[in-house]
């Protein structure tokens, strides 16, 4: 239904910044997005969405007021802007989207998904 695509990680020195991007395309335009993590050895989790169209945001506490979600409409494309980064930030980014209008922070509802980019913050 909702076809993702990610790029912009790679490596960075602690205290660096990434953006990460990801472009939604298919049959159905997604109402909330999200990018989600997955480190080494740990579970997936969802650290940070938004309604599409609308400026409201979410984070998780670890990466809050490190990490910025954003959109561009006419580019059907949302950021994920990283700075002050950690080594504990090291992981496999996802980036997400669903169709349920009113649960954009609710992580079990997200069920397009994109390939993963990695990102690697080094000490």
């Known amino acids: 239904q909702v076809h993702l695509v990610e790029s912009g990680g790679g490596s960075v020195q602690a205290g660096g910044s990434l953006r990460l991007s990801c472009t939604a395309s298919?049959?159905?335009?997604?109402?909330?997005m999200g990018w989600f993590r997955r480190a080494a050895g740990k579970q997936r989790e969802g650290i940070a969405g938004?309604?599409?169209?609308?400026?409201?945001?979410y984070y998780v506490d670890s990466v809050k007021g490190r990490f910025t979600i954003s959109q561009d409409n006419a580019k059907n494309t949302v950021y994920l802007l990283m700075n002050s980064l950690k080594p504990e930030d090291t992981a496999e980014y996802y980036c997400?989207?669903?169709?349920?209008?009113?649960?954009?922070?609710?992580?079990?509802?997200?069920?397009?998904w994109g390939q993963g980019i990695q990102v690697t913050v080094s000490s």
């Open positions: 938004t309604y599409i169209g609308v400026d409201t945001t």
């Open positions: 298919g049959s159905r335009e997604p109402k909330c």
């Open positions: 997400a989207a669903h169709l349920n209008w009113g649960e954009c922070f609710n992580w079990d509802k997200y069920n397009n």
